[in-house]
């Protein structure tokens, strides 16, 4: 079984002021390096998209079709 590293990033569209949450996952380091370096997105609120981009995933306000930022709560 893979271990995962778990995480959550805080969301805000940063036209209408919408606020949601993106919980992701990643291989844990050892098979990280082994070449697993595939970024999960396990949940996101509703409001939000997403689109993978390589590695990496870019999320957008589903309302205002604004890229969203990441916020600290």
Request: hydrophobic fraction near 35%; include cysteine.
């Amino acid at each position: 079984m893979k271990v995962r590293e778990k995480w959550t990033e805080n969301l805000r569209c940063p036209h209408c002021g919408k606020i949601g949450e993106a919980q992701l996952s990643r291989a844990d380091t050892f098979a990280f390096l082994m070449g697993d370096k595939e970024t999960s997105l396990d949940h996101l609120s509703d409001g939000f998209s997403f689109v993978r981009e390589d590695e990496f995933i870019r999320f957008s306000c589903a309302d205002c079709q604004v890229r969203a930022v990441m916020t600290y709560r």
